[in-house]
């Protein structure tokens, strides 16, 4: 049975392209006015809406196709930033990347989370907001918030997982002390904008209730144990407050925490990264929602058969079609539309198959 917090059709499919695939065949720039400047925003995010529906507009990409929407955040990127950035780490913008975030090295990790608020990163997202407000009488988006961990990391460097081992008190406060600035962050723009995780995944758009989606990229790096000691106090903290509660798991492993994840009071929506084992997450969360992420590398090394195939045995292992959803994260410019299409048509059948059976 699935949770009553998530409400989609069967198998919702998304693709995200890599900046350098935006710079290459739509012309895009990704400088700071991409993400700051109102007109910029408005223009950039209209673009990429007409190059999808152009492209793949048969499998439904492209729908706001013509319209100028006041966009917050760059909804069509995968691109954590501004967190650590209002937290004091540089971040330096590329024409045809995503924003780089430069560790700050700190002697200890020490998080001002009261400054946050007031540093000149949120300041330049409060003006961006204003200004779209003011034009369009509304707000759309969100901007992707990160998670707990990496921006910890990006703060302290790799340093920081002596500290977890010698001074594990002291780390946890600082985590506490993160995730009081995301809650601060997110509940901001929440209110502003009504989500807070399209920027995370585009996928959570097709679930009825706006996701809270946690980052936990760096999870890869640590063992279950100091997961659960350290950080997992927090996730449950967040899917007591918020549900629908997920986690954003990009790493190759997920299913090294699946009983972990499943001693949490709820799980929503997990995003499982590509060499996740799905039948085993499925065994220990037979009500989460689990999306596949197929590997932006290997799509663009496959034939559209071989992507065919593969989507079909993961949709299968996952195990259920109400509760599977399908997307690929930063293909990059070498990637060709065919093999694009070859995971948007096999959803697509599968989604048909799995509709004439229930009929």
């Known amino acids: ?52 529906h152009e492209r793949f507009g048969r499998y439904g990409l492209g729908r706001e196709r013509g319209l100028s929407l006041p966009v917050v955040g760059a909804v069509h990127l995968a691109a954590g930033y501004l967190i650590s950035e209002m937290l004091g780490c540089r971040v330096e913008y590329v024409a045809d990347g995503p924003p780089v975030v430069h560790c700050d090295c700190r002697e200890r990790l020490d998080v001002q989370a009261e400054a946050a608020p007031a540093s000149p990163a949120f300041r330049k997202l409060e003006v961006l907001m204003d200004a779209l407000e003011a034009r369009h009488g509304a707000l759309v988006g969100d901007v992707n918030w990160g998670g707990v961990l990496n921006v910890a990391l990006d703060l302290r460097g790799q340093d920081l997982f002596l500290d977890m081992l010698d001074r594990p008190d002291e780390v946890a406060g600082q985590f506490e002390r993160i995730a009081a600035v995301i809650e601060t962050f997110t509940e901001a723009l929440a209110g502003r904008t009504g989500t807070t995780s399209i920027s995370v995944n585009r996928n959570v758009r097709h679930i009825a209730r706006p996701v809270f989606l946690h980052s936990e990229c760096s999870h890869t790096m640590i063992s279950c144990d100091d997961y659960e000691r350290l950080l997992m106090p927090l996730d449950q903290a967040w899917c007591r407050r918020h549900r629908p509660f997920g986690i954003h798991y990009c790493g190759a492993d997920p299913h090294r925490f699946a009983e972990s994840f499943a001693k949490l009071e709820a799980l929503d929506f997990l995003d499982v990264g590509w060499g996740g084992d799905l039948a085993a997450l499925r065994r220990h969360l037979p009500h989460t929602f689990l999306n596949i992420r197929y590997s932006p590398v290997e799509i663009a090394r496959q034939s559209p058969d071989e992507i065919r195939s593969t989507v079909r045995r993961l949709v299968k292992e996952s195990g259920d079609p109400r509760l599977t959803g399908v997307c690929c994260i930063n293909m990059d410019q070498d990637v060709r539309d065919e093999q694009i299409e070859a995971l948007l048509d096999e959803t697509r059948v599968l989604r048909e198959e799995y509709e004439s059976r229930r009929s």
């Open 1 to 52: 049975m699935a949770s009553p917090y998530i409400q989609s059709p069967p198998l919702p499919t998304e693709i995200v392209l890599a900046p350098s695939w935006w710079h290459r065949h739509a012309g895009i720039t990704f400088d700071e006015d991409f993400f700051y400047h109102p007109a910029r925003r408005v223009e950039a995010e209209r673009k990429m809406e007409d190059v999808l």
